[in-house]
């Protein structure tokens, strides 16, 4: 099915770096969520009255503002897709995120509203009725909305999409949500006990989870989320496979939306290499950055020393300290500055984002200590930074 109605509505569908067709992705979404959560609100709010169950009603109305969020996601999506103007030069993508923040709040406020109305049920129990056909719509309900969860799955790996996977959770929630109601009516059903209010208690704290999770994952990139390790390792790897490219650091990426980053790297290049070369080289990388990975890139450019046998020492004498120390430290653009007693080493120091001041500093002094004992004739002279790309977590 799902690819029935990609193939059918989305336009060219095979190209998902081309905005217009991430566009109609995303406009493909929100109207089969549309319509789904419709016919799923007003069937179990039909099946709610009758069955006299809040539990039954609390999950039409969770349809309903999945409806009403995918509403906000379709007209998000069609002012995502604006290009880029005198006022806006990076283009309106962001609008995609702030639209699914605004999806977060209404399914927070329906999650609030479901819990003081389950609590009120939970004090003042009301009678049920049971109804197999109230089990049967459900039930259905449990299998559209885990197709929806798929859909929106698959649709957002395509086209790499955050606020889709985050719509993908939602429906998982509804999945478990609806479930627990259907459970509590068979429970009547068999055993003749009440459990519909604490049943929409679990519900209304499903709606509540999965509405600050769609808060977390679309604020993150609105105030500027670190680099992911994969997408770090696509563009250094890429930048770091041309030839008269020795290595790099200093990536930074800053995303204006789904599928619309710029980022800056420095590039090293061999000293000797002539200049004019080494821009060449420069230019053609970012052409092709641009084409291949969709990023506009800029890169600097760092001459380094490859000639000197005794700069390579220094090197590696400092990679082996480093990694006695803390083996996620690096270092990079280091100088040798020879004086007429000492010997000055220049380099910046790259530590984890959980260095504080105090650490640093700490860190400092040891690297320093240790390379006066390898050598007593050095000098560090350091800039110690973070990096900008999220760190992996360690494997248990």
């Not at 996601?73 to 897709?81: N, Q, S």
């Not at 109305?117 to 309900?141: D, H």
């Not at 989320?225 to 041309?242: L, R, S």
Request: one cysteine or more; a negative charge.
């Amino acid at each position: 099915m799902t690819e029935f109605l990609v193939k059918h509505f989305v336009k060219n569908y095979e190209d998902t770096e081309n905005a217009a067709v991430r566009t109609s992705y995303g406009m493909l979404a929100s109207a089969v969520g549309i319509c789904c959560n419709l016919v799923l609100f007003a069937a179990k709010l039909l099946t709610g009255i009758l069955a006299g169950s809040i539990s039954v009603m609390a999950d039409a109305f969770n349809n309903l503002s999945d409806a009403a969020s995918s509403i906000v996601g379709f007209v998000g999506v069609r002012m995502a897709g604006k290009p880029a103007d005198a006022d806006h030069p990076f283009g309106h993508g962001r609008i995609e995120y702030i639209s699914a923040f605004v999806v977060s709040v209404f399914v927070i406020q329906v999650g609030l509203e479901l819990f003081k109305t389950s609590v009120g049920k939970i004090r003042e129990p009301e009678e049920m009725m049971f109804r197999w056909t109230a089990v049967a719509v459900l039930a259905l309900s449990v299998a559209v909305k885990l197709w929806l969860a798929l859909f929106n799955r698959r649709l957002g790996k395509r086209i790499r999409s955050t606020v889709m996977a985050a719509t993908a959770a939602d429906a998982l929630g509804d999945v478990a949500a609806t479930t627990a109601t259907i459970l509590s009516m068979l429970v009547f059903g068999f055993w003749g006990v009440n459990i519909d209010g604490y049943v929409g208690l679990l519900v209304s704290v499903a709606v509540l989870w999965a509405g600050f999770g769609i808060a977390r994952d679309t604020l993150a990139p609105l105030i500027g989320a670190p680099i992911d390790p994969a997408i770090y390792k696509e563009i250094t790897d890429f930048v770091e496979g041309h030839e008269g490219i020795i290595g790099t650091h200093d990536l930074i990426v800053h995303n204006y939306g789904p599928s619309r980053s710029m980022a800056s790297i420095h590039a090293e290049v061999p000293c000797e290499m002539d200049v004019r070369k080494s821009h060449e080289i420069i230019d053609a990388i970012e052409r092709e950055c641009a084409g291949r990975l969709g990023i506009f890139l800029v890169i600097h450019m760092d001459p380094v020393e490859t000639g000197d046998a005794r700069i390579g020492q220094y090197r590696e004498m400092l990679r082996h300290i480093l990694e006695g120390l803390d083996a996620r430290l690096s270092f990079h653009d280091l100088r040798v500055v020879d004086g007429t007693e000492r010997v000055n080493l220049i380099f910046d120091l790259v530590v984890p984002r959980e260095y504080n001041d105090g650490m640093r500093d700490t860190i400092r002094e040891k690297v320093s200590d240790e390379v006066r004992k390898s050598d007593p004739r050095c000098y560090c002279v350091m800039t110690v930074e973070n990096t900008y790309c999220a760190e992996e977590p360690e494997p248990e």
